[in-house]
């Protein structure tokens, strides 16, 4: 049994984006930061802990949040530096660990099991976290446990900046005083449910019988009770850092009709960006591909701010067409890629989201899910309906088209 046991670490940078902003800036240290959309428009992508104290919290609209904290300073924000930033913890840990999951762009979990065998794992963890705040000057904090929700949950009780680990066998003891909003998998709307049926302590869902949770959320509810006793047996996934997804379109006639080849790219854009969203993804690369007909093939790439929305990405894709497509010849294929992906909770473009477009999109995509892919499409894309349903994360090509990767 004891062989059986599991060491799984989560590691979490603190208020990373505010971090990365002091280490530039040694003033900033201490002062209520927000970073995001700087108009009244936006929204905070990220806040300082002096900032939450006014009640501030990372996707408030910009403007609400400077009603809440006028002293606050406000950053635009650079996608680069945190890129940057978030590379340099990970090749540190990539270095030292046997297997790591890199769940967002600041957020990893490590999988030490066996390591007690040879090294404590606690302490392994931990001067793992010291090298890493060394060599980067940002403050992280992690949890330690049999697991990936417990060991999530214990970062959060650790921050700022500190470390903890729960012994085997002493999850359920652990969770039960935490409120029920600490568990992972229970959003906003959940919580209020759960709160109007009395449960705001995470032992009173441990003290019910997964019967009365099912029968309240359903399968949602079995989940929710099983991660309140502390079971959980996802596994840590290697992170592989190379990611794109892509999307080709070879022509049964080859044809030098611009304005259906625009449209055709329209619809391959906005399909690319909703399965981006789907996956909780955002990319900072963006290729186009032409083929002409006597087989010449030419690409163009740009590199841009991390995103997945449609109004970022379809003019820019519409431009890098313009820009390769410098012969008077007849196109056989036609191809879209999005590339250096990360996960994320950002859906958008990390610091410039309107309200109105984190509105729009989360409202086409809800139709999408239930509907599919193409139940809402620009007027522009209609030439492409012929794409149909596809999820670039399968591995699968698209059905009707030919997926040729380059």
Request: hydrophobic share 35%; net charge positive; charged share 25%.
């Amino acid at each position: 049994m004891e062989n059986n046991k599991r060491s799984i670490v989560h590691m979490d940078l603190d208020t990373f984006f505010v971090s990365c902003e002091r280490l530039l800036d040694s003033r900033l240290n201490g002062k209520p930061i927000l970073i995001g959309g700087t108009s009244d428009r936006g929204v905070v992508a990220a806040c300082s802990y002096e900032a939450r104290k006014f009640g501030v919290h990372s996707a408030m609209p910009m403007k609400m949040a400077r009603e809440r904290c006028p002293e606050a300073i406000i950053i635009k924000g650079n996608s680069a530096t945190y890129m940057k930033y978030s590379g340099m913890v990970t090749d540190i840990i990539k270095e030292d660990s046997p297997i790591y999951e890199k769940a967002s762009v600041d957020e990893f979990y490590i999988d030490l099991s066996g390591m007690d065998k040879f090294y404590g794992c606690y302490k392994y963890a931990g001067e793992l976290r010291q090298k890493i705040i060394r060599e980067t000057g940002l403050p992280i904090s992690f949890g330690l446990s049999q697991n990936k929700t417990v060991s999530k949950i214990a970062t959060g009780e650790a921050k700022p900046n500190n470390q903890i680990q729960i012994d085997y066998g002493e999850e359920k003891p652990f969770l039960g005083p935490l409120s029920v909003r600490k568990i992972p998998m229970v959003g906003l709307k959940t919580y209020q449910n759960l709160r109007n049926l009395g449960i705001q302590k995470i032992q009173t869902i441990q003290d019910m019988p997964i019967e009365m949770m099912e029968s309240a959320f359903g399968k949602n509810g079995s989940g929710i009770w099983k991660k309140a006793q502390g079971i959980d047996n996802a596994p840590v996934i290697q992170y592989n850092e190379r990611k794109s997804i892509s999307t080709e379109r070879t022509f049964d006639h080859d044809t030098i009709d611009v304005t259906k080849l625009k449209g055709i790219l329209a619809a391959m854009a906005e399909n690319l960006a909703f399965q981006l969203r789907r996956g909780k993804k955002v990319s900072a690369c963006v290729t186009v591909k032409v083929r002409y007909s006597d087989f010449q093939t030419k690409t163009l790439q740009k590199r841009i701010p991390y995103t997945s929305a449609d109004h970022d990405l379809i003019p820019l894709v519409s431009e890098l067409f313009d820009l390769v497509y410098n012969r008077r010849l007849l196109v056989r294929l036609i191809g879209v890629r999005y590339s250096d992906l990360v996960n994320g909770h950002h859906q958008m473009s990390l610091f410039d989201d309107r309200i109105e477009y984190v509105k729009l999109y989360q409202a086409m995509d809800k139709i999408r899910l239930r509907f599919g892919d193409r139940a809402v499409l620009r007027a522009i894309g209609i030439e492409a309906r012929t794409i149909g349903r596809w999820n670039p994360f399968s591995g699968e090509p698209p059905p009707l088209l030919a997926n040729r990767r380059s």
